[in-house]
Nanobody
Framework: RIQLVESGGGSVQAGESLRLSCTVS????????IGWFRQAPGKEREGVAH??????????FYADSVKGRFTFSQDNAKNTVYLQMNSLKPEDTAMYYC??????????????????WGQGTQVTVSS
């Protein structure tokens, strides 16, 4: 059974940085798509970034709202992916979730159709 555990959230001032971590346990070699979503109170869940894991190289997607500020990375030895968030804004405030599929990233995944989810980690950015 695949499990995802996020960490790294917190409260920061606008302009500061945070790094979120998502550690995957279980049958990790079956994961071909992993990403981050966020949901603010009263708003719909939003895809932030995801990565398709191909043997010939990975493809990373970023939402327009975070391009140039957030960076997705991975440490295969630790079965962990990271979301480095720089230049944070108050509108980045949300619960952030790690999600994964045993399939390549699809439009369904981008809409939140992931099979596996973490418990979430809160990010609060004050102005």
């Amino acid at each position: 059974r695949i499990q995802l555990v996020e960490s790294g959230g917190g409260s920061v001032q606008a302009g500061e940085s945070l790094r979120l971590s998502c550690t995957v346990s279980g049958y990790t070699t079956s994961i071909y798509c992993i990403g981050w979503f966020r949901q603010a109170p009263g708003k719909e869940r939003e895809g932030v970034a995801h990565i398709s894991l191909f043997s010939g190289g990975n493809i990373t997607f970023y939402a327009d709202s975070v391009k140039g500020r957030f960076t997705f990375s991975q440490d295969n030895a630790k079965n962990t992916v990271y979301l480095q968030m720089n230049s944070l804004k108050p509108e980045d405030t949300a619960m952030y979730y790690c999600a994964a599929n045993e399939d390549y990233c699809t439009s369904d995944f981008e809409r939140g159709g992931a099979a596996y989810w973490g418990q979430g980690t809160q990010v609060t950015v004050s102005s």
